[in-house]
């Protein structure tokens, strides 16, 4: 199977800022891709110009096999989009919105209402057809745009911080639609600050930063090859003393406001050195992704 | 390319409306019906004929055009305003195989239909009340709304693609709209204004669109037919192109 996505050397700027900036990415078919990075590393930019919305300034985007922007109509054909800020039509109930959204794909009245059944199913609104979209939480809004995202079947779909504002027993439900989708074979582009649910759904991930890929691979590996594997947080009074003793029992250590990140082999050491220190607390946990997105991307904020 | 895929965009106006078609309806034929009936009778009482007609027969007209700019205009200002900028409607269609222009037209189309929608009611009235001299010359004024229509709409769309907020469009409607109603013949005949005045005048997309709508209701065939009609042809061009251009900047760029 070829790749439904390739992007190879794209490049965009605005007024002189170079947003993406010698950009390369191929999606492997059947799987769940995620883009991580801080605010402004472009992947927003990055999902734009592979749904051919926006052209690059050089490079190519090959989507679905079709060249874009040129062949972006075509291409978007078999693409579903999940954005990042609602556009459910508010005037509509849930089924009017997928009947009007799947009539933008060329699709039949008939052809839509046949599969309506099947999309209230999988996002979990059976009964709701009729209902107002107003009526629904936050959660339902989401998943019915997915389901909207769905209307056309599509091979490939972008899912831009798909669970952003949501409890989490709203994101379990919609982790649970896209692992479905995965499971049929769909291919799957995610964005997503959180790094639990890239650890948890995706199968490779790029980190991106300042407009370009800085790594690839699976959560497992990514965390195997540039994080130390397990993490002691620290806080506390006499943490300031105690830095210096730290430094000496862990790999690496980093502050972060009033915390103490010390990346180890070999916890024990601290654990127990932290006993005699009764004024400090601690939290002793396996090294997870954030350990290495922060560890890549840094702590400074992006704005 | 110009082919039907704008048609969806349409229908889901269409579908919009159709829910709230009453008060929608009341809203948009109230205020110009309420203009006519109040100032022709109440202000036609004091006048002498106009233009050889009673003043009500000749405001029929100008209220015809009024009333079909507004609708056009208010359609392409608040309530396209409010699906591109406010519910996003338009960022959620440019994610399927549909593109700007097909937006564009879509909302273009059925803000001209809106409008054709507010000729037939006040038709309706000039009708009833029999403010007209020739019934078959009457029905002429549907494809003068509807160029009417599409000359507004097309304004509407650029100025829609350049506001940052609902706020600006008063700016329009002090510099553009108002003058056109005070000035563009709703209420005197132009050849009451001032030489220079009328002549600033005769460049008004109202002025060319009563211009039209005046005889026929009249019961006359109206000068410089051609003139007109593609005036109003070249605003609304004019204004589609820069709304396409401005609109693909604010969203794809």
Not at chain 1, 99 to 114: C, D, N, P, S, V
Request: hydrophobic share 45%; aromatic share 8%.
């Amino acid at each position: 199977m070829t790749s439904p996505l390739i992007l190879r050397g794209l490049t965009k700027s605005y007024a002189g800022l170079q947003v993406v900036d010698g950009l390369d990415l191929e999606l492997e078919p059947g799987r769940c891709h995620g883009l991580l990075g801080p605010n402004g590393a472009g992947k927003t930019t990055t999902l734009r110009l592979a749904l051919g919305l926006i052209g690059a300034d050089a490079g190519t985007v090959d989507l679905l096999g079709y060249p874009m922007p040129a062949e972006a109509a075509l291409a978007r054909r078999k693409v579903g989009v999940v954005p990042q800020i609602d556009s459910l039509d508010p005037d509509f109930t849930v089924r009017e919105n997928l009947l009007t959204y799947g009539r933008y794909f060329g699709m039949k009245g008939r052809e839509i209402e046949a599969r309506i059944p099947y999309l209230l199913e999988f996002s979990g609104l059976a009964g709701k057809a009729d209902a107002p979209i107003n009526n629904l939480s936050g959660g339902m809004k989401r998943r019915l745009t997915l389901a909207r995202a769905l209307v056309n079947d599509p091979d490939l779909i972008f899912l831009d911080e798909p669970t952003t504002g949501l409890d989490p027993q709203a994101r379990h439900l919609i982790w649970q639609g896209l692992r479905r989708l995965i499971g049929q074979g769909k291919t799957l582009l995610l964005t997503t600050h959180f790094m639990d649910e890239a650890e948890r759904l995706c199968d490779v991930i790029s980190v991106l930063d300042q407009g370009r890929v800085i790594v690839r691979g699976s959560p497992r590996e990514l965390i195997k090859q540039h994080i130390e594997p397990h993490v002691v947080e620290i806080y506390g009074d006499g943490l300031a003393e105690w830095k210096t003793c730290a430094s000496s029992l862990c790999k690496r250590c980093e502050t972060a406001g009033e915390t103490l990140f010390c990346y180890t082999d070999a916890p024990d050491k601290v654990v127990e050195e932290l006993a005699n220190q009764p004024g400090l607390r601690y939290l002793h946990r396996p090294a997870n992704l954030e350990d290495v997105f922060l560890k890549l991307t840094g702590r400074d904020l992006r704005d | 390319m110009i082919n039907l895929n704008w048609y969806p965009v349409w229908r889901r106006n269409f579908l919009v409306w159709k829910k709230l078609a009453m008060p929608s309806l009341l809203g948009n034929l109230a205020d110009p019906m309420l203009y006519m009936l109040g100032l022709g009778y109440g202000l036609g009482g004091l006048l002498q004929a106009v233009d050889g007609v009673p003043y009500l027969n000749f405001l029929a007209a100008g209220t015809l055009a009024y009333s079909v700019m507004n609708s056009a205009t208010f359609e392409t200002l608040y309530s396209a305003f409010s699906r591109m900028h406010v519910q996003k409607t338009w960022e959620a269609i440019l994610n399927t195989p549909l593109t700007l222009q097909d937006v564009l037209l879509g909302e273009l189309f059925w803000a001209t239909s809106k409008s054709l929608l507010s000729a037939v009611a006040i038709m309706l009235v000039i009708w009833a009340l029999g403010l007209y001299d020739n019934f078959g010359m009457t029905l002429a004024l549907l494809p003068v709304a509807l160029l009417t229509g599409f000359c507004f709409a097309g304004m509407g769309l650029a100025i829609n693609a350049v506001s940052p907020n609902y706020d600006f469009f008063l700016y329009y409607f002090t510099l553009a709209i108002t003058p056109m109603i005070l000035l563009g013949g709703v209420f005197y005949p132009p050849s009451a204004l001032p030489a220079w005045l009328a002549d600033i005048a005769a460049w008004l997309p109202l002025t060319h669109a009563i211009e039209l709508a005046r005889p026929l209701v009249l019961g006359r065939i109206p000068t410089d037919l051609v003139l007109h009609g593609l005036a109003l042809i070249a605003y609304g061009i004019a204004g589609f192109s820069a709304a396409l251009v401005l609109t693909q900047r604010r969203l794809l760029k």
